[in-house]
């Protein structure tokens, strides 16, 4: 059991990385954005900042439902693993952190694909 333990805060760890990793491209993706959107600054919502204020919208919803279902699924499962003889993941702390990396996905992902896509704009 003791293996099993180590095997997930590993993992967990490693989710952790990947996640602080990504999101620290988003400094480097409004860098990106700045002169796209300072050539924009003659019309007040050109299409990049419209883009760019709809994506933080959208990623948002998109965290917050992510988190829910995920405490959902660990509600869910609270008896059964209780039952089991395990220590239920709402009372050991998995179930936030769970909650929180499935909160997190929506933005990191927009995060990856807006980094490639400017780049590439950039890069021209």
């Known amino acids: 059991m003791k293996g099993r333990a180590v095997q997930m805060r590993s993992k967990s760890r490693k989710a952790a990385a990947a996640a602080a990793g990504d999101l620290m491209l988003a400094p480097m993706v409004a860098w990106m954005r700045l002169p796209q959107m300072a ?17 933080k919208a959208a990623a948002m919803a998109e965290g917050m439902v992510a988190a829910q279902l995920s405490m959902m699924g660990s509600m869910a499962a609270f008896w059964p693993e209780l039952l089991s003889g395990r220590t239920p993941s709402l009372l050991n702390g998995a179930a936030v952190e769970k909650s929180m990396h499935a909160a997190l996905r929506p933005a990191r992902r927009r995060v990856k694909s807006n980094y490639r896509r400017l780049g590439r704009i950039s890069g021209r």
């Open 39 to 55: 050539a924009e600054a003659h019309a007040p919502w050109g299409r990049e900042s419209i883009t760019a204020v709809s994506e």
